[in-house]
């Protein structure tokens, strides 16, 4: 038994080793106008979904300002945050639009606890690590149905508490840079490595991983997408934050994760790529992302 155990373990392992195996698919507009879909004309805020954004702490609410507004920018209906205390008059006052939740503690979030149905959630980003926010982070994951991104600080915690991914649902989306890859996975020696290390963890987990970076990769079990959009203006502070507001749109309208993880990515990089021929790579940053979703939305249309 034993024998035969490690033998499947084996073949387990050749399978998702084998780089034939992993199907790559270059995602271009193509493939984007194969999965977008416009406003319907008679939508209304109701139809068009409802997300809530978790995150932010003492001097990161920015983080939840950036994720809340991208979302609302990409076609969802309703956004709501759900941050510590002393992010309220931030949000409030940088961002009207959006709907404020806030947990009891000041600095950090202590208890997730909401009396809302919304449609996808994204949680992590500048949430902080604290010992109360990791507790409450697992609640959360215990009580949660809902599609879900996990981003920056969610992606650090569970890194620590693999086994938490018991309480994941499957399809959730991940959205790590390089160093919380690292987090995620251990180390990798080539670049191949990484990508064969995602696959296998998405495909263990059940998850869909956004190997964030130039290209964005989409790694959903032995389907790779890879991304043709974005430049180096996205090197600033707050364009993951963006990302994750963005994707959770989709998420939140209804879209297919896959689907949801390959508009937003590519959307995101578009934005880049519209606004830096006007205004080049330094001055851009994570709030010209937000500028220029008009623009990229509307040069999908024929
Ligand atoms: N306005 C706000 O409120 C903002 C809030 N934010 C929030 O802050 C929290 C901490 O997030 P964080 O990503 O800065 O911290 P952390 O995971 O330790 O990574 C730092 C190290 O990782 C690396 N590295 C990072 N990115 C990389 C990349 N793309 N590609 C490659 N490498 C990359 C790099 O390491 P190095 O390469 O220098 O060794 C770097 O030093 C988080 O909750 C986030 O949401 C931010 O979004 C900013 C705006
Ligand atoms: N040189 C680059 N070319 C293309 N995309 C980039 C480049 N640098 C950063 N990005 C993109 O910017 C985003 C950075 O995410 P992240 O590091 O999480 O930012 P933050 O946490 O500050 O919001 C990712 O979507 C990444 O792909
Ligand atoms: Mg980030």
């Not at 809340?68 to 941050?83: D, M, Q």
């Not at 639009?97 to 996808?120: G, N, Q, R, W």
């Not at 998850?207 to 043709?228: L, S």
Request: aromatic content about 8%.
């Amino acid at each position: 038994m034993y024998r035969f155990s490690i033998c499947i373990f084996t073949l387990q392992k050749l399978y998702c080793y084998q780089k034939n195996l992993m199907d790559t698919i270059f995602i271009n507009e193509k493939e984007i106008l194969e999965r977008y879909k416009s406003v319907q004309a008679k939508a209304h805020k109701g139809t068009q979904g409802h997300a809530l954004i978790i995150g932010g702490s003492y001097g990161k609410i920015g983080a939840i300002v950036l994720a809340s507004k991208s979302c609302l920018k990409s076609g969802c209906g309703l956004v709501t945050a759900f941050i510590p205390k002393c992010g309220y008059e931030i949000l409030q006052t940088s961002f009207p639009e959006a709907m404020v939740m806030t947990d009891s503690t000041e600095k950090h979030i202590a208890a997730i606890e909401f009396d809302l149905e919304p449609d996808a959630i994204a949680i992590g980003m500048g949430m902080g690590q604290e010992k109360e926010t990791q507790k409450a982070f697992l609640q959360f994951l215990k009580s949660n149905k809902k599609p879900l991104l996990i981003d920056a600080d969610g992606i650090n915690i569970i890194s620590k508490n693999q086994e938490w991914f018991d309480h994941v649902p499957e399809k959730t989306i991940l959205t790590p840079h390089l160093k919380e890859l690292q987090r995620l996975l251990g180390g990798w020696e080539s670049e191949d490595e990484k990508i064969e290390k995602a696959v296998e963890f998405s495909l263990s987990k059940k998850i869909i991983i956004v190997v964030k970076g130039a290209p964005t990769m989409i790694v959903a079990g032995h389907t790779v997408y890879k991304n043709a959009t974005g430049n180096q203006a996205l090197a600033t502070a707050g364009s993951g934050d963006t990302l994750s507001g963005i994707i959770t749109s989709f998420l939140a309208q209804g879209y297919e994760p896959v689907d949801a993880a390959i508009l937003g990515v590519y959307i995101h990089g578009l934005t880049a790529d519209i606004a830096s021929k006007v205004m080049g790579y330094e001055a851009f940053i994570a709030s010209d992302i937000i500028e220029n979703l008009g623009k990229a939305f509307l040069s999908l249309r024929p």
